[in-house]
Nanobody, 130 residues
Framework: QVQLVESGGALVQPGGSLRLSCTGSGFTFNIYAFHWVRQAPGKGLTWLSAIDWRNQTYYTDSVKGRFTISRDNAKNMIYLQMNNLSPADTAVYYC????????????????????????WGQGTQVTVSS
């Protein structure tokens, strides 16, 4: 069974940091690209970042310099290190598997469709509040 499972979501104060993890199973992990997508309360899905099979990384402007995506193929893991968090970062965060090993920086990042990516995790809640 192909699946992704996220973890690491929590309540954190503004200015704080958090690392999200995503483990994949049921497929050949190292040949695919992965993405992090979030959904804020009452809003659509927003693309944040991607990492391709070569470890090339891509970010949307709102998180560039604050978030870092990485992968560990030996452990079938994807990570999202998030620093300097603000209440605007409050959302459910999803790890997604691409259909291919390639990725690029998206020009359209808001209101993306679940059909655009192959597999989605269940999501992990990040709440930034004092």
């Amino acid at each position: 069974q192909v699946q992704l499972v996220e973890s690491g979501g929590a309540l954190v104060q503004p200015g704080g940091s958090l690392r999200l993890s995503c483990t994949g199973s049921g497929f050949t992990f190292n040949i695919y690209a992965f993405h992090w997508v979030r959904q804020a309360p009452g809003k659509g899905l927003t693309w944040l970042s991607a990492i391709d099979w070569r470890n090339q990384t891509y970010y949307t402007d709102s998180v560039k310099g604050r978030f870092t995506i990485s992968r560990d193929n030996a452990k079938n893991m994807i990570y999202l290190q998030m620093n300097n968090l603000s209440p605007a970062d409050t959302a459910v965060y999803y790890c997604t598997k691409d259909y291919t090993g390639w990725a690029q920086r998206r020009t359209r990042v808001e209101n993306i469709s679940r059909d655009e990516y192959h597999v989605w995790g269940q999501g992990t809640q990040v709440t930034v509040s004092s």
